[in-house]
């Protein structure tokens, strides 16, 4: 049953610095861009943050009734070390670290963060577009933005030239004068404004990345690629740009001037999550106080991170430790726990419906729900479950529940939990239990239908045969003794 489109969703727009109705610019459509991860190492929980927080957001949208274009780009050049205008490029020196190609590094980096969104249960983009795939397109417009009279070549480099700006800085609300970028002597000489940014850098001899341009040999500086590729896939006007707090200034900033000193109007409403903190502190590569998704993997159940993540509101910080994660495992297992109660109770259960317990159920719901369309409140909305798990724990420990009820119920939890929190999807661990499970259970089967055969009680191993028929198993008699499969 598809919905129509909730007109009641309201965000926090960092722009207007303060909660608004979301209206979209296509009725019942939402395009969002989120500023993605640069691919030359492998992805910590603080990342995991930012994308757990998104996705909850994007999953929102389609519960609330509207289609989602979701996309996110992957960086793949210009980014260069300290997030500076000049130096080396982190993926470059990234591969000659690992004496691999820039794009060998790139790839490899792409596809541990793509398994690691896939155990996290983030769904992919619909677009995941690469900063190197889409060179012409920042040609484009640094092209526009010089014709314009806002960027200016100098040495082969293009920059930015934020005088001719003075919106510059209105996202983050810094002033012109606040502003201080670019302290290497170099890069000053070349700019007119220490505050001026990279479009284009010339590539020095033994930069490996490297394109043709206008003004020469160069690479794409590390802003522009997402002006160039979220106008491409969203369009003009389009609805909501998400990042982290820390690239409000100078990236987020870049990216608004870029665009509209070029003439496009950009982001309708601006989005940023808060840090994830260990010891108080961001967590960063640069920094080296990080833990990576795989790491966190190996030791947790992946749904139990997503738990964690969601247990504080994307705006607020969430601080890492072993604590929190022995509170989100509690937490996770009582509500897990009473859904597989729930499905188990279902067959079996008498027909018909327990009229008041599906209106306490649809009372969490719609708490669940309010929580979401108040600027995606997941901590309310996680008590909102807990709060459905009580009076389910409640009515299944009275007696028989209602099967219509049990219904109710199971269908709120998959719904709420499962497809806008992102939860309950069956943990590798699980699985992999699961399998182990019934390998040891077949194995006692096989051997009891073999004593049968041996003492001659041939209708009772056929019995045995058939019941596994009956649930898709079946039974092969080879040489090496009795075998099963799906
Ligand atoms: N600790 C964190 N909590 C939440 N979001 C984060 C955290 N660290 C990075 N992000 C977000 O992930 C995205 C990519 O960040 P980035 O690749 O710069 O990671 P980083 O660890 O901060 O790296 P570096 O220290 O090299 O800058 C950004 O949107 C950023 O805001
Ligand atoms: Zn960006």
Same mark, same amino acid.
């Given at each position: 049953m598809t919905r129509e489109p909730d007109p009641n969703i309201v965000l926090y727009d960092t722009m207007q610095r303060q909660k608004v109705v979301f209206t979209p610019s296509t009725p019942g459509r939402v395009g969002m861009y989120l500023c993605g991860p640069t691919v030359y190492s492998d992805a910590h929980l603080g990342h995991a943050k930012k994308e757990v927080a998104f996705d909850v957001i994007r999953r929102a949208f389609l519960h609330f009734g509207y289609a989602v274009r979701y996309v996110a780009n992957?960086?793949? &050049?210009?980014? +260069? /070390?300290? $997030?500076? $205008? @000049?130096?080396? $490029?982190?993926?470059?020196?990234?591969a000659a670290l690992e004496q691999l190609e820039p794009m060998e590094v790139a790839d490899k980096y792409f596809w541990s963060f793509v398994k690691d969104m896939d155990a996290l249960n983030v769904l992919k983009p619909s677009i995941n577009p690469r900063a190197t795939g889409h060179i012409t397109e920042q040609i484009e417009l640094i092209s526009e933005l010089i014709d314009r009279g806002h960027a200016y070549e100098s040495q082969g480099s293009v920059y930015f030239d934020v005088r001719s700006w003075p919106q510059y800085g209105k996202l983050s609300g810094r002033k012109l004068d606040d502003q201080e970028e670019g302290t290497r002597e170099e890069v000053?000489? !070349?700019?007119?404004? #220490?505050? @001026? %940014?990279?479009?284009?850098?010339?590539?020095?001899?033994?930069?490996?990345?490297?394109?043709?341009? #206008?003004?020469? &040999?160069? %690479?794409?500086?590390?802003?522009?690629?997402?002006?160039?590729?979220?106008?491409? =896939? +969203?369009?003009e006007g389009f609805d909501i740009h998400g990042g982290g707090l820390d690239l409000q200034f100078p990236h987020h900033e870049a990216e608004i001037a870029q665009a509209e000193a070029a003439g496009h109007a950009f982001a309708r409403y601006w989005m940023h999550n808060n840090m994830l903190t260990i010891g108080g502190e961001k967590m960063s590569k640069s920094k080296g106080n990080f833990t990576t998704i795989a790491d966190v993997l190996a030791e947790h159940d992946p749904m139990v991170v997503r738990f964690l993540l969601v247990g504080s509101h994307y705006r607020s910080v969430t601080e890492f430790s072993e604590e929190a994660f022995e509170g989100a495992r509690n937490g996770y297992r009582r509500l897990? !726990?009473? +859904?597989?109660?729930?499905?188990?109770?279902?067959?079996?259960? #008498?027909?018909?419906? @327990?009229?008041?317990?599906?209106?306490?159920v649809a009372e969490h719901v719609r708490a669940f729900e309010d929580a979401m369309r108040d600027d995606f409140n997941t901590p309310r909305a996680v008590a909102a479950l807990f709060g459905l798990t009580t009076e389910l724990n409640a009515a299944l420990n009275a007696g028989p529940v209602a099967r219509g009820s049990l219904e109710l119920a199971q269908a709120a939890y998959l719904n709420l939990g499962g497809g806008v929190l992102g939860l309950f999807m069956d943990s590798p661990? !699980?699985?992999?239990?699961d399998t182990q499970v019934v390998s040891a259970l077949m194995?006692?089967?096989?051997?009891?239908? /073999?004593? =049968?055969?041996?003492?001659? /009680? =041939?209708?009772?191993? @056929? !019995?045995?045969? /058939?019941?596994?028929?009956? &649930?898709?198993?079946? &039974?092969?008699?080879?040489?090496?003794?009795?075998?099963?499969k799906r």
């Open positions: 992957i960086t793949d &050049v210009g980014h +260069l /070390q300290n $997030d500076a $205008d @000049d130096g080396e $490029d982190k993926i470059a020196r990234r000053r000489s !070349e700019k007119r404004d #220490p505050r @001026d %940014f990279a479009l284009w850098k010339r590539a020095e001899a033994g930069h490996i990345m490297r394109w043709d341009s #206008p003004w020469g &040999v160069g %690479f794409p500086g590390w802003h522009i690629e997402c002006s160039a590729m979220s106008l491409k =896939y +969203l369009g897990s !726990e009473t +859904l597989h109660e729930i499905t188990r109770r279902l067959s079996g259960a #008498p027909a018909g419906h @327990d009229a008041a317990l599906d209106g306490r661990k !699980e699985r992999q239990d194995e006692l089967v096989l051997k009891a239908r /073999q004593n =049968y055969r041996l003492s001659k /009680q =041939y209708a009772e191993a @056929d !019995e045995l045969r /058939q019941t596994l028929l009956d &649930v898709g198993l079946t &039974v092969e008699d080879t040489k090496d003794g009795p075998r099963w």
